[in-house]
C-alpha cells in the first residue's frame, strides 16, 4: 500500500497533467486524500520539491519501461512509447513535458534543471531508437535521427493537447500517422 509521500506524489502528477503545474495548490493534494496541508509541507515544503519529486518519478518509470524494451526489435520500442501517449490520451492527460513545459519559465531553476534532464533523457532514448532501428532496417526516414526524435515527440505532445479541443480522435490520427510514416517499407 502506497504511504503518504507517494499518494502526495501521485496526486501532484495527476494535476500537473490535467490543470498545469502552477494551476493546483496543496489543498488540491490535501483534501482528497483527506489528509491536512501540513501533511503536503511536511514531505515537501516547496511546490518545487513537490515538482522535481514528480518529474523523478516519471524518469524513473521512464527508464524502467525503456530497459524492458531493450530486447524487443526498435518498431515494437517505438510502438511501446506510443501505447503510453496512448493512456495518457485516453484518460484525458496531456505527457508531463508537455505540461511542465507550459510553466517552464515560471519555474525554480532546480525544477526547470529536473525538466530538462527529463527531455533530454526520452530523447536521448528515442534518437537511439531511431538510429538503431534504422540501421536494422525496421525504421524508415529521412534525416538526422535526433532531428526524428524531436519532430516524434513534439507531435506526441501537441497531439495530446489538439485532442482535448478536437477530441480523442486527432491523438489516434496523428500517432497512427506518425507510426506508419516510420515503419513503412
Known amino acids: 500500500m502506497a504511504g503518504t509521500k507517494d499518494k502526495i ?42 515538482g522535481i519529486e514528480v518529474v523523478a518519478h516519471e524518469i524513473a518509470l521512464f527508464t524502467s519501461n525503456t530497459g524492458k524494451w531493450a530486447h524487443l526489435p526498435e518498431d515494437e520500442q517505438l510502438s511501446r512509447l506510443f501505447d503510453i501517449f496512448r493512456r495518457y490520451n485516453s484518460e484525458g492527460n496531456i505527457c508531463l513535458m508537455g505540461s511542465l513545459a507550459t510553466d517552464f519559465e515560471t519555474l525554480a531553476p532546480d525544477m526547470q534543471a529536473k525538466v ?28 538526422d535521427a535526433d532531428a526524428r526524435a524531436l519532430m516524434i515527440i513534439s507531435n506526441l505532445q501537441s497531439s495530446l493537447l489538439l485532442s482535448r479541443v478536437m477530441g480523442p480522435s486527432a491523438f489516434h490520427r496523428i500517432a497512427d500517422q506518425l507510426l506508419e510514416d516510420i515503419c513503412q517499407k
Open 116 to 143: 530538462q534532464e527529463m527531455g533530454s533523457i526520452i530523447l536521448q532514448w528515442l534518437t537511439n531508437c531511431l538510429e538503431q532501428g534504422r540501421k536494422n532496417k525496421r525504421l524508415h526516414f529521412k534525416g
Open 9 to 50: 506524489v501521485s496526486m501532484a502528477d495527476r494535476l500537473v497533467r490535467t490543470k498545469g503545474f502552477n494551476a493546483f495548490s496543496y489543498k488540491d493534494i490535501s483534501a482528497p486524500l483527506d489528509i491536512k496541508n501540513a501533511a503536503v509541507h511536511y514531505h515537501f515544503p516547496a511546490k518545487a520539491d513537490l
